[in-house]
């Protein structure tokens, strides 16, 4: 099946580093969510973007809808331990809730 | 507030049989969307659930069927089970409109 395209595929990082992760697609999608998953744990949403250009944060985490609705972005400030986990953005088209994720972005933060 | 809960958290079977599993949506919440998460990939969508009906529908082949009840609640049934169903099965709810997706922590199936 489809996949959107995310980079990094991983990246270790030291604490109180700010991270920044894309996400990238050939279609364009209506609104994009933002994931993180632990070992074992289903996804959890961190934000959700609904327009073109919004740009929204929860917390430490801010991220884009990209103006040509074909990627968005995600930036962590200051990282900590518990920021690891894996990082999927997913994408859905109008006239259906079905979600599109990524690759996945893992982040690894060292001490 | 009860999130989304999945159930058994794991299965183990062999080749050939058949399983079901089961979802209970967050509170509130009327659309019921599956996905499979293969090892170290994304989840895929299988299909998704709204008044027991199924309205969409990814690219899975018709062994994978299922259900909605009246509770919202929702069972999926693989039959004639192959290895490459091995997976962690995601379960997603929603209201009908907007889109947010909140998930439920899963099922691990193995199949030998």
């Known amino acids: 099946g489809q996949q959107l395209n995310q980079s990094p595929q991983s990246m270790f990082i030291q604490e109180g580093e700010d991270v920044s992760m894309n996400c990238t697609s050939s279609s364009i999608f209506n609104t994009w969510l933002w994931y993180k998953q632990e070992p074992g744990e289903g996804p959890v949403l961190l934000i959700a973007l609904y327009k073109a250009g919004e740009l929204t944060s929860n917390g430490r985490l801010t991220a884009q809808f990209g103006i040509t609705r074909k990627d968005s972005f995600l930036n962590i400030s200051a990282s900590i331990p518990s920021d690891v986990g894996i990082y999927f953005c997913a994408g859905v088209t109008g006239g259906g809730n079905k979600l599109t994720f990524g690759t996945g972005t893992q982040l690894k933060v060292e001490l | 507030d009860a999130g989304v809960t999945q159930s058994p958290t794991h299965l183990i079977k062999t080749r050939g049989q058949q399983v079901t599993l089961r979802c209970s949506p967050k509170?509130?919440?009327?659309?019921v969307s599956w996905y499979q998460q293969a090892l170290g990939q994304g989840p895929q969508f299988i299909f998704q659930?709204?008044?027991?009906?199924?309205?969409q529908r990814g690219n899975f082949p018709d062994r994978f069927s299922g259900h909605q009840f009246p509770n919202y609640s929702s069972e999926p049934n693989v039959n004639a089970l192959l290895l490459g169903d091995s997976a962690l099965y995601l379960c997603a709810s929603s209201l009908a409109s907007p889109d947010t997706q909140y998930f439920g922590p899963g099922t691990r199936l193995t199949v030998l």
């Open positions: 659930y709204y008044e027991e009906e199924e309205r």
């Open positions: 509170s509130g919440h009327d659309t």
